[in-house]
């Protein structure tokens, strides 16, 4: 059986804004004989009775083409392309004791796989790998943050990209640093009046240099229904939401970014300004298209 939506995920370095893993998804497998031609032309030919399995990626989600021979990883074992690279999907032997199932992990390059084998099997620099993203592929930022400084300096960040009618959903615990980043947001977008957690009043507008700042605290709108009779201008506001998740289904795009603190960190965990390491992941909701995610690396904005 063929998965409809194949998984396609990027990880990105928020520092140089390269793509440092690319996997997929292995969407079905299949018996065949040996003589069995493979993928258009039939340039490959199973020498033996085999298994082979269909990867829901290709060249338009940044496989060269040339990739034909390369390695990816399954699990814990290596697997070479077979036949032509298409559009979206690559062939791979799995060998005719193959036990692997449809759904399983495909790892092009990343932690176990180093990019540098798949770009010179493909005959093509490392960068041409690294930098581009399919627009069907899922990307993830990652950015290690340090300090409360750091977090702040993220939220000036995302300020630089954010436009009326934009949003970032915040999601992490109770000290997390939702508050610490949309500080940072503020005082770029230069905000009137103090930033800080809206969580007695649910949402509070500042005026800034262009569009009106929406900050909200959605951790007790967990109806629908609740969120409607705040009345709240998302299309003519920037929009950070803490603890938002409530409030994407009344936006057709947003930035999701989730901070998880270092575990077994030693400051206080409730304190959002303590110096202890967080790890913060951004990705395009609804709509948001991955190209404007990007620019928020220091490889877009270069």
Known sequence: MTSTHPRRNAQVDFETG???SLVG???SVKP???GQAVSYGGEYVTDCDTVLGLVGMGYADGIPRSATGASVMIGCDVFTICGRVAMDQVVVDLGPESAVPAGSQVEFWGERMPVATLAEKAGVPEVALTSYVGPRVEAEIVARIETSEDMEALGTRFASELRA???VVLKGELGAGKTTFTRGLGAALGARGTVQSPTFVIARTHQTDSAPLLHVDAYRLGEEGLIGDLDLDLAGSITVAEWGAPLTH?????FDVSIERA???SADPLDDEADDPR???IRAGGSLPVQRLLRLTDGGNS
């Open 32 to 34: 065949v004989p040996a």
């Open 250 to 254: 009344a936006m057709p795009h947003w």
């Open 18 to 20: 390269r793509i440092t």
């Open 165 to 167: 009618g934009d949003a």
């Open 25 to 27: 998804e292995l969407v």
């Open 279 to 281: 790890t913060v992941r």
């Open 263 to 265: 575990s077994g960190a």
